[in-house]
């Protein structure tokens, strides 16, 4: 039914609310999914219309993370929904929107391999971005313990890129190297 693009509003938001508590009971694997079928859930995520019910993006946004991290449809994921219509959502007024964008980037996050980690982590670092997470995430509203936990997972991802070049031992022979090091010191 969701494939067929026959649904839309309340009607399509409900649908797929009731495929994620479905599919929350573990009866059915997330790999038996069909490439349209994940094509119009992330269509969903993609869509920048006024009209869009808020329950069928979060519900959208949900079924996505619970794709990325129980299945192997990663890839497909990454290519239909991409990180700026991610961080659209960042700045949504609906708490559970916001949350559960986080969630979906947390889990592409953790799926990418080391060069995709690091060109999102380039994004999510920009002052820009760092700005809409501060300005409609923390500032906006009492960050519920949800919330938090996922800010404090995409934190730790963040932080462990860096733990390579923290290990990284110092080349004597390097003076550029050198030259951060004394003033570091200072």
Known sequence: MIEGGNFSGELMALTLQSFVELMDHGIVSW?????????????????????????????SLAILESLVLNSSKYTLVEQEVTLPYLIVHLQSSIPEIQQNAIALINALFLKADLNKRRAVAATLTSK??????????????????????????????LFNLLEE??????????PEAREKYLNYEK
């Open 31 to 59: 790999d038996n999914l069909q490439d349209k079928f994940i094509g119009r859930v992330a269509n969903q995520v993609n869509s920048q219309t006024s009209s869009q019910d808020s329950r069928s993006l979060q519900a």
């Open 128 to 157: 820009q971005i760092r700005n809409v997470i501060m300005t409609h995430i923390i500032q906006m509203q009492h960050v519920g313990a949800e919330m938090a936990h996922q800010l404090y997972f995409l934190q730790t991802l």
């Open 165 to 174: 070049k923290m290990k990284k031992r110092l080349d004597p022979n390097d």
